[in-house]
């Protein structure tokens, strides 16, 4: 059971822009860096966000991260049908004990 | 290119152990933790615990510490991941991913294990 809470889902029109939030606590997203992660049907999750707001090279503008406080945000412009996707957030839990994914959000292109 | 390979499709019955290998190219095999985490069948990602190819030094988070063994073998640019006491619970994708910093930047295919009698 998750301790990182997204919504199970998101929707919207090709060209749109949508937001995926994660929330956790103190000990987790109020404590850490948090990174974010697309995972296509039937392949492995792939890196989009890394420590709060960096993107990895070859990841497009169009998704942005950031975090405030014990929460994350994921937002993604100029939605594209390649988008649809499932989306994780992730972060360590205090004194880097282990590691948390979110509970995951399916991504739905109109 | 960095990749991380890993072993195939395995079925196991009840109380059996599985063991899963991730072959590791393209970057200095001991300059970076990996990290196993498992997906089950239309469920989320779960963290099972890392390993460092270096010192070989692990930590596996509780739910799976009385039975899991990660190990390495640096001759070969390898990590395994052992499940012992296997039930249905345990039926999912396992994944090995490389993590140069507080994010997993390189993933495994994933090797699907199914447990069933």
């Known amino acids: 059971q998750s301790v990182l809470t997204q919504p199970p889902s998101v929707s919207a029109a090709p060209g749109q822009k949508v937001t995926i939030s994660c929330s956790g606590s103190?000990?987790?997203?109020?404590?850490?860096?948090v990174s974010w992660y697309q995972q296509l049907p039937g392949t492995a999750p792939k890196l989009l966000i890394y420590?709060?707001?960096q993107r990895p090279s070859g990841i497009p503008d169009r998704f942005s991260g950031s975090k405030s406080g014990t929460s994350a945000t994921l937002g993604i412009t100029g939605l594209q049908t390649g988008d649809e996707a499932d989306y994780y957030c992730?972060?360590?839990?205090?004194?880097?004990?282990?590691?948390?994914f979110g509970t995951g959000t399916k991504v739905t292109v109109l | 290119q960095v990749q991380l390979v890993q072993s195939g499709a395995e079925v196991k019955k009840p109380g059996a152990s599985v063991k899963v290998s991730c072959k590791a190219s393209?970057?200095?095999?001991?300059?970076?933790?990996i990290h196993w985490v498992r997906q089950a069948p239309g469920q989320g990602l779960e963290w099972v615990g890392w390993i460092n190819p270096k010192s070989g030094n692990t930590k596996y988070g509780k739910k799976f510490q009385d039975r899991v063994t990660m190990t390495r073998d640096t001759s070969i640019n390898t990590v395994y991941m052992e499940l012992n006491r296997l039930t249905s619970d345990d039926t999912g994708v396992y994944y090995c991913?490389?993590?140069?910093?507080?994010?997993?930047?390189?993933w495994g295919q994933g090797s699907l294990v199914t447990v069933s009698s």
């Open positions: 103190s000990s987790n997203i109020g404590d850490n860096f």
């Open positions: 992730g972060t360590w839990t205090s004194g880097l004990s282990s590691f948390v």
């Open positions: 991913a490389r993590a140069p910093t507080a994010a997993y930047d390189s």
């Open positions: 393209g970057y200095s095999f001991i300059g970076n933790y």
């Open positions: 420590d709060n707001n």
